[in-house]
C-alpha cells in the first residue's frame, strides 16, 4: 500500500498541491513560484526512504514536470527547478542524490531571497526624497527597492495600478501601507495621465529575454511607452534568475493566456463575443533606462552577458536540452 502523502506516481502531495496553487495563482509572483518549486522538489526528495535510485530519479522527473508545466511564462520557474535538479544525473546513490536535491534547493532558496535584499539596497540609491514612483502589478523586487528607500528615511510615495484581471495592485497598496508608505491606487488606463505626477517607474520581471525584452504582467508595455513620453526612466528590478537561457537559444517566451471568466462573466456578453485574457506583455529593450539585479544595475543590452556569466553555460546547454 502506498502511504497517504504520495499519489499512485509516488509524487508527494505537498508538490502536487504547490504546483495546484501556482497553477490556480493562490501563490504567485515570480520570485515567489520559484522558491516555492524548490522547496516543493527538496520536500520530494526527502520524502523517498527508499533506496532505488532509478525511482527516486523517476519521482523527481514526476515533480519537475508538473512544476514546470503549471505556469508557462516565468523563467524563474524553469531556472529554479534546473538549479535544484542540477549534477542528479551523475549521483550513483538514493541517498547522495536526495542529499544533493536537499542542499541545491536550500541553495537556491537562500540565495533568491537574498537577492529580493540586494537588489532594494542597489535600487534604493536611484530614488531621492520626495519622488513619486509608479509600480505596476504586484512584485517583490520593486517593492523591495521602495520599502528600502523608505527605511533610509527618504519620503516617497507610490502610484500603484489596479492590475486587472486579478487586481494585484490592492496586495501592492496592501503592503505599502502596512510598511506606512503612502500610496494611490489607480486604474490601469489612468497611467498615462498619473504619468505627469511621477518621478520613476520601477516594474518587476517575470522574464528577461537574451535581447533585453522584458516579459511582464500584461499592461507594462503601455506604462513603458508613456513613461518614455514623459521622459520618466523606466527600471526593471530583477533577479538574474529571471533572465532566460531558453531565449539565448532561440526560443519565444510564451505568453499565458488564461481563462476568460477571469475578466467577465459570459452571460453579461451578447452570443459570438470572444474574449481573451493574456496575462503578460513583452516591453522592448529600447524602452527600458536599466535593470536593477543582485549584482549591479545593468543596461538591458547586458541580458546575454548575465545569462552566460551567472546562469552558467550549463543551463544554456539544458535549455537546448528542453
Ligand atoms: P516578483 C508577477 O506575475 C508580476 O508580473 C510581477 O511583476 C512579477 O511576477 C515579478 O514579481 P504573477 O505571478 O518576483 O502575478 O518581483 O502573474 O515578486
Known amino acids: 500500500m502506498r502511504p497517504s502523502h504520495v499519489d499512485k506516481d509516488g509524487v508527494t502531495l505537498g508538490l502536487i498541491e504547490i504546483a495546484d496553487s501556482i ?3 493562490e501563490i504567485r509572483g515570480a520570485g515567489l ?25 523517476r519521482r523527481l ?49 537562500e540565495r533568491s531571497s537574498k537577492a529580493v535584499e540586494i537588489i532594494g539596497r542597489i535600487g534604493s540609491k536611484r530614488l531621492k526624497s520626495g519622488m513619486a514612483v509608479l509600480t505596476h502589478c504586484n512584485s517583490k523586487a520593486a517593492l523591495g527597492v521602495i520599502k528600502a ?16 484581471p486579478w487586481r494585484q495592485g490592492l ?6 501601507a502596512a510598511a506606512q508608505i503612502p500610496s494611490t491606487l489607480i486604474i490601469d488606463s489612468a497611467v498615462r495621465w498619473s504619468m505627469k505626477e511621477v518621478d520613476v517607474v520601477l516594474v518587476g520581471a517575470d522574464t528577461i529575454c537574451s535581447n533585453g525584452a522584458l516579459i511582464n504582467k ?31 537559444m532561440g526560443e519565444l517566451v510564451e505568453i499565458e493566456e488564461r481563462d476568460a471568466r477571469e475578466i467577465v462573466d459570459p452571460r453579461e456578453l451578447p452570443a459570438g463575443v470572444k474574449v481573451r485574457n493574456p496575462i503578460f506583455d513583452s516591453t522592448p529593450a529600447e524602452h527600458i533606462d536599466s ?3 543582485e549584482i549591479g544595475v545593468i543596461s538591458p543590452y547586458a541580458a546575454y552577458e548575465v545569462i552566460v556569466n551567472e546562469l552558467g553555460q550549463e543551463s544554456i546547454f539544458e535549455a537546448n536540452e528542453g
Open 23 to 25: 497553477k490556480s495563482m
Open 291 to 293: 535593470i536593477v539585479t
Open 61 to 109: 522527473e514526476e515533480g519537475r514536470r508538473s512544476l514546470i508545466s503549471s505556469r508557462p511564462t516565468a523563467i524563474s520557474l524553469w531556472n529554479a527547478v534546473q538549479a535544484t535538479l542540477r549534477g542528479s544525473s551523475k549521483a550513483t546513490e538514493t541517498e547522495e542524490l536526495r542529499a544533493l536535491v536537499i542542499s541545491n534547493a536550500d541553495r537556491f532558496i
Open 218 to 248: 500584461i499592461g507594462t508595455s503601455q506604462v513603458a511607452l508613456a513613461a518614455e513620453e514623459a521622459r520618466v526612466p523606466f527600471i526593471v528590478c530583477a533577479e538574474t534568475y529571471k533572465f532566460s537561457p531558453k531565449t539565448v
Open 171 to 176: 496586495l501592492t497598496v496592501s503592503d505599502l
Open 33 to 57: 513560484i520559484a522558491r516555492s518549486a524548490a522547496e516543493a522538489l527538496r520536500e520530494q526528495a526527502q520524502e523517498y526512504q527508499g533506496d532505488d535510485l532509478a525511482e527516486l530519479h
Open 149 to 164: 528607500a523608505h527605511a533610509d528615511g527618504k519620503d516617497i510615495s507610490v502610484y500603484a495600478t489596479e492590475s486587472r
